[in-house]
T-cell receptor, first 113, second 114 residues
Framework: GQQLNQNPQSMFIQEGEDVSMNCTSS?????WLWYKQDPGEGPVLLIALYKAGELTSNGRLTAQFGITRKDSFLNISASIPSDVGIYFC?????????????FGTGTRLKVLA | DSGVTQTPKHLITATGQRVTLRCSPRSGDLSVYWYQQSLDQGLQFLIQ???????AKGNILERFSAQQFPDLHSELNLSSLELGDSALYFC?????????????FGPGTRLTVT
């Protein structure tokens, strides 16, 4: 199946540090979503982006819809231990009846207290 | 808690068997989506239903089928199971049939095929 490229694949950071991750593709997307998944749980929606260039925040999280519509970025400020998990991006492409969501490969975040 | 429920939480079965996974969407949501998540393939979109009708298909095998009932719950049927079908199967729901709207995921069903 098709997937988006997410970078980095994994990262260890110290509590209090800022985190940046991105999602890239060779294709254009109409919508970008960012999810967090804890072990054994379903993904939880963090932020949704609908327009190129859009910058949206949710608490300590900020995400941007890339100008080219081929990428998206997620930043977490002042990380805390509960930020641990896998972060997935998802891009929506196509039209009604033929669209589908393409998910990223995931960024595994580990926060050291 | 997303409000999406899935049963069973775990399922262990043998190759060649058939299983049914069940999903109840959030109250008020009309769309249901099914996804497969395996270690080597990540999260893959399978199929979407809206108000009882199929809306979009992703990477769903012919051995798999789904339906959405009048009460909006959905079932994913997996038949002639193979070892490679072992995965987490997630259901998600959203308010409309437009995938631009946010999807909320259930806790998943872990299927193990032995």
């Amino acid at each position: 199946g098709q997937q988006l490229n997410q970078n980095p694949q994994s990262m260890f950071i110290q509590e209090g540090e800022d985190v940046s991750m991105n999602c890239t593709s060779s294709s254009i997307f109409n919508t970008w979503l960012w999810y967090k998944q804890d072990p054994g749980e379903g993904p939880v929606l963090l932020i949704a982006l609908y327009k190129a260039g859009e910058l949206t925040s949710n608490g300590r999280l900020t995400a941007q819809f890339g100008i080219t519509r081929k990428d998206s970025f997620l930043n977490i400020s002042a990380s805390i231990p509960s930020d641990v998990g896998i972060y997935f991006c998802a891009g929506l492409r196509g039209t009604s009846g033929t669209y589908k969501y393409i998910f990223g490969t995931g960024t595994r975040l580990k926060v050291l207290a | 808690d997303s409000g999406v429920t899935q049963t069973p939480k775990h399922l262990i079965t043998a190759t060649g068997q058939r299983v049914t996974l069940r999903c109840s969407p959030r109250s008020g949501d009309l769309s249901v989506y099914w996804y497969q998540q395996s270690l080597d393939q990540g999260l893959q979109f399978l199929i979407q239903y809206y108000n009882g009708e199929e809306r979009a298909k992703g990477n769903i095998l012919e051995r798999f089928s789904a339906q959405q009932f009048p009460d909006l719950h959905s079932e994913l049927n997996l038949s002639s199971l193979e070892l490679g079908d072992s995965a987490l199967y997630f259901c998600a729901s959203s308010l409309t049939d437009r995938a631009e709207y946010e999807q909320y995921f259930g806790p998943g069903t872990r299927l193990t095929v032995t």
